[in-house]
């Protein structure tokens, strides 16, 4: 293992919109971190422009032609290995020359190499919440049992572990809220693009509407998910897990202006809050940095320039994926496992013109109505479940067409 002064990073999901903000934090402070591994799907362009500024030690495309075309326009000189296979993605994730595993491919496709540095014992910043939304039970047992430090960097989770105390802060997923005097956890959203638009505009909104959110510059599929709200429901589920809440501890509170990033309220009144403007480079910091503080390029939220902030409830009619996802979290593991599916199937077809943005909704709907009881116990059988249901996604799909 690496001396604790220089931590050897491994960025998974490297070319996307999280890799890149990661990427741009640990670049202003080379002397803690260096880029030790870099590893994306396809993108070659994006890879070799990545190798070339940062040299990382491997860099791992998932796609194996893609690993080959990199290979070939890498510079010899540059010292960069190129690798391919999970296998080797697997042993790049748990080396023991590997420190902090940033987790941030998005969707299903996380799953196995976040949860494989999960049982290494690494220090994981999860940003693929999707991961933990299809494992739940089984990603936290396995941090508890390996000793995982476990940082949340999607924004909301980031500010409601910056608000809980330290007893949580060190205990995430087996932690017990009502001891640290929460009453509830205030989940903020901003609501996406169509918070006002009329509601029967929303069937035929086009992806690049849907893609354009009015506060964050996201990948596709979370920007669709935002829209849809069904990102906060994946958030909230995400939440159940991280914080071990119950129920009636976890509120979603829509707050368009994405200024407040999520609150704490405790049994006194307090309610504390983690404010900043909206750039996921200050939860990477965090994440990177915990328990200390370093820059993050991030402009200081100015107050005198602050509008009025603004707080409403969630409308379940205009972003029926919230309720659906709600709803899954209390019905349990297979349920959310099964959503989480489906929504990738749906959402990949709404983005790829198959079908409307209303019916993302309810290809969700028509998956989670097949949730059976069986019980999940391990990796394979939630890739099983995450599989079939894929299936089922896409005859709702054809059926539509
Ligand atoms: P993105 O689409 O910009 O990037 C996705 C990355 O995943 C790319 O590097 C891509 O190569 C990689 N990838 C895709 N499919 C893969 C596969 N099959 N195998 C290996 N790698 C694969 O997405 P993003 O916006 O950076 O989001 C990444 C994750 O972080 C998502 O789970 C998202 O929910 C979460 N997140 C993102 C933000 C944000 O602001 N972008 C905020 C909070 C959480
Ligand atoms: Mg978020």
Redesign the pocket.
Same mark, same amino acid.
């Given at each position: 293992m690496p001396s604790e002064s220089m931590q050897n990073v491994v960025i998974? #999901?490297?070319? @996307? +919109? %999280? #890799?890149a903000s990661t990427l741009s934090v640990m670049s202003a402070q080379t002397q803690r971190y260096r880029v030790y591994g870099l590893?994306?799907?396809?993108?070659v362009d994006k890879m070799l422009a990545l190798c070339l500024a940062h040299k990382p030690v491997i860099a791992h495309m998932?796609n194996e032609q893609a690993a080959m075309t990199l290979k070939a326009a890498l510079p010899p000189h540059i010292g960069v290995t190129v690798t391919t296979g999970e296998n080797a993605l697997i042993d790049l994730v748990t080396s023991n020359q590997i420190h902090t595993v940033m987790a941030? %491919?998005? #969707?299903a496709? @996380?799953l196995l190499s976040t949860f494989a540095a999960v049982k290494a014992g690494k220090r994981v910043l999860l940003?693929? !919440?999707?991961a933990l939304v299809m494992s739940g039970a089984l990603f936290m047992d396995a941090c508890r049992q390996s000793g995982a430090t476990l940082l949340p960097?999607? +924004?909301e989770h980031n500010a409601i572990f910056q608000c809980l105390p330290e007893s949580v802060q060190t205990n995430l997923g087996h932690c017990s809220l009502d001891a640290a005097g929460v009453s509830s956890i205030l989940l903020t959203g901003s609501g996406g693009p169509f918070l006002t638009a009329p509601l029967e505009s929303l069937a035929s909104v086009t992806p690049a509407q849907a893609c354009k959110h009015p506060n964050?510059s996201?990948?596709? !599929? %979370?920007s669709v998910d935002s829209a849809t709200m069904m990102n906060k429901g994946l958030e909230f589920i995400e939440a159940r897990w991280l914080f071990n809440t119950n129920a009636a501890q976890l509120k979603v509170v829509v707050h368009p202006q994405s200024v407040i990033h999520s609150m704490v309220q405790y049994r006194d009144g307090s309610v504390l809050a983690q404010m900043g403007n909206p750039d996921?480079r200050t939860p990477i910091a965090h994440c990177l940095s915990y328990p200390q503080r370093i820059t993050s390029g991030v402009e200081a939220l100015d107050f005198f320039k602050l509008g009025d902030l603004s707080f409403c409830e969630a409308d379940i009619a205009r972003f029926p994926c919230l309720h659906l996802a709600m709803q899954a979290c209390e019905h349990g593991q297979e349920a959310t496992t099964v959503l989480n599916a489906a929504n990738e199937v749906a959402v990949d077809a709404f983005l790829a013109g198959q079908i409307g943005f209303t019916q993302i909704a309810a290809i969700n709907e028509s998956c989670l109505a097949q949730v059976s009881q069986s019980s999940l116990k391990s990796i394979d059988d939630i890739l099983q479940l995450d599989s079939l249901t894929r299936q089922h996604a896409w005859q709702a799909i054809k059926r539509i067409n």
């Amino acid at each position: 293992m690496p001396s604790e002064s220089m931590q050897n990073v491994v960025i998974l #999901g490297a070319t @996307g +919109s %999280i #890799g890149a903000s990661t990427l741009s934090v640990m670049s202003a402070q080379t002397q803690r971190y260096r880029v030790y591994g870099l590893v994306a799907n396809t993108n070659v362009d994006k890879m070799l422009a990545l190798c070339l500024a940062h040299k990382p030690v491997i860099a791992h495309m998932v796609n194996e032609q893609a690993a080959m075309t990199l290979k070939a326009a890498l510079p010899p000189h540059i010292g960069v290995t190129v690798t391919t296979g999970e296998n080797a993605l697997i042993d790049l994730v748990t080396s023991n020359q590997i420190h902090t595993v940033m987790a941030a %491919i998005v #969707g299903a496709a @996380g799953l196995l190499s976040t949860f494989a540095a999960v049982k290494a014992g690494k220090r994981v910043l999860l940003a693929n !919440k999707e991961a933990l939304v299809m494992s739940g039970a089984l990603f936290m047992d396995a941090c508890r049992q390996s000793g995982a430090t476990l940082l949340p960097v999607d +924004s909301e989770h980031n500010a409601i572990f910056q608000c809980l105390p330290e007893s949580v802060q060190t205990n995430l997923g087996h932690c017990s809220l009502d001891a640290a005097g929460v009453s509830s956890i205030l989940l903020t959203g901003s609501g996406g693009p169509f918070l006002t638009a009329p509601l029967e505009s929303l069937a035929s909104v086009t992806p690049a509407q849907a893609c354009k959110h009015p506060n964050w510059s996201m990948g596709p !599929k %979370i920007s669709v998910d935002s829209a849809t709200m069904m990102n906060k429901g994946l958030e909230f589920i995400e939440a159940r897990w991280l914080f071990n809440t119950n129920a009636a501890q976890l509120k979603v509170v829509v707050h368009p202006q994405s200024v407040i990033h999520s609150m704490v309220q405790y049994r006194d009144g307090s309610v504390l809050a983690q404010m900043g403007n909206p750039d996921m480079r200050t939860p990477i910091a965090h994440c990177l940095s915990y328990p200390q503080r370093i820059t993050s390029g991030v402009e200081a939220l100015d107050f005198f320039k602050l509008g009025d902030l603004s707080f409403c409830e969630a409308d379940i009619a205009r972003f029926p994926c919230l309720h659906l996802a709600m709803q899954a979290c209390e019905h349990g593991q297979e349920a959310t496992t099964v959503l989480n599916a489906a929504n990738e199937v749906a959402v990949d077809a709404f983005l790829a013109g198959q079908i409307g943005f209303t019916q993302i909704a309810a290809i969700n709907e028509s998956c989670l109505a097949q949730v059976s009881q069986s019980s999940l116990k391990s990796i394979d059988d939630i890739l099983q479940l995450d599989s079939l249901t894929r299936q089922h996604a896409w005859q709702a799909i054809k059926r539509i067409n």
